[in-house]
């Protein structure tokens, strides 16, 4: 069973960065896919940033410009790094690893993020 670890969230003013890191239990190199999404009380879960096939990035339009997602295949870790944050970027937000194109999700615990003055 894989295991995914996150860690990285926390509180940070408007404006502010931080960086997510998900932490693999297995080698990442050859997986479909790892990402992020996010969650907020009473919405539904949505995708942040993608990397598939291990090079093809993809992101929300309301991420575009600035988080980038990226990956240390030596470490198993793939990371999200968040600038410019708006109180709106506030939620949970959850790592998940895909190993083929049809297979389910695994998905870590969640990390929170609260972005207010």
């Known amino acids: 069973q894989v295991q995914l670890v996150e860690s990285g969230g926390g509180l940070v003013q408007p404006g502010g960065s931080l960086r997510l890191s998900c932490a693999a239990s297995?080698?990442?190199?050859?997986?479909?896919?790892m990402g992020w999404y996010r969650q907020s009380p009473g919405t539904e879960r949505e995708m942040v940033a993608s990397?598939?096939?291990?090079?093809?990035?993809v992101y929300a339009d309301s991420v575009k410009g600035r988080f980038t997602i990226s990956r240390d295949t030596a470490k198993n870790t793939v990371f999200l790094q968040m600038n410019s944050l708006k109180p709106e970027d506030t939620a949970t937000y959850y790592c998940y690893l895909l190993t083929g194109r049809n297979s389910p999700k695994t998905w870590g615990q969640g990390t929170q993020v609260t972005v207010s003055s």
């Open positions: 990397i598939v096939s291990g090079y093809s990035a």
């Open positions: 297995t080698n990442i190199f050859r997986m479909y896919s």
